[in-house]
């Protein structure tokens, strides 16, 4: 049942994903301006502690004060990923699983590896239909995982908890950000001959993709990466203000 209700829903998602693409960078400007007009609310009416956690996570990960370092387990170890490298490829793919649950993938699983394999990959998705659509592809290029985890804490209510909350709030959104960025760069073009990434295999799957198909795949990156962010983080931050 749920095998048959999977494909259909891949089906679906094949048939809307141009149709989507374009009404994407017709409405861009009001998406956009959605997003400026909520950032702005935003700052005007939320608590600095958000600030803080972003701001906390920007000086840990970049290092910004000489006598404040990260630990040495999330520094770059000759031949393994570090702590930091783990945690994003994680936070990754169990964003690629959340999605194949969200379409029937049931069964489904991730795999994150201590260091890079043979074709340069810190680690893998298996859908459990062996089928994949763009939405699981894609999915963690927009969807920031850590701070829909947290969203659904406000609700107790229990407010000595809140500073603690919009402190990892703050960081986690920080997190999405630049991991976000890094992942970009990262699965723009394959690190390995004959290798493949997320944002190449969009519109076709590695075995069968050619030069039309990645192309495609990157337009399609490009248009809808930047535009899902924007509508996701409004959504968040109006659930703030």
Do not use: C
Request: proline letters at 6%; charged letters at 15%; aromatic letters at 20%.
């Amino acid at each position: 049942m749920f095998i048959g209700l999977s494909n259909l829903v891949d089906r679906l998602l094949g048939l809307i994903m141009w149709p989507l693409a374009t009404a994407v960078v017709y409405y861009y400007p009001e998406i956009f301006s959605l997003f400026i007009a909520t950032v702005r609310s935003f700052v005007e009416n939320a608590s600095p502690i958000y600030l803080a956690g972003a701001a906390f996570f920007l000086i840990f990960r970049f290092n910004f004060l000489p006598f404040l370092k990260f630990p040495s387990s999330w520094n770059n170890k000759k031949g393994k990923y570090s702590f930091a490298e783990r945690l994003d490829t994680w936070e990754h793919e169990i964003t690629h699983w959340l999605f194949a649950i969200l379409t029937f993938k049931f069964g489904s699983r991730i795999e994150v590896f201590d260091k890079p394999n043979e074709k340069g990959h810190a680690g893998y998705f298996h859908s459990s239909t062996n089928s994949y659509n763009w939405l699981i592809t894609i999915g963690p290029y927009f969807f920031p995982t850590f701070t829909f985890l947290l969203l659904p804490l406000f609700l107790i209510p229990y407010e000595p908890l809140y500073p603690f909350l919009e402190f990892l709030l703050g960081w986690s959104i920080s997190f999405h950000i630049i991991q976000n960025i890094e992942d970009v760069k990262r699965n723009w073009k394959p690190s390995e001959e004959g290798s493949y990434t997320d944002l190449t295999t969009l519109t076709q799957r590695f075995h069968n993709q050619t030069k039309f198909s990645i192309f495609r795949s990157r337009v399609f990156a490009i248009v809808m990466i930047p535009a899902l962010n924007l509508i996701v983080f409004s959504f968040v931050l109006l659930f703030l203000i």
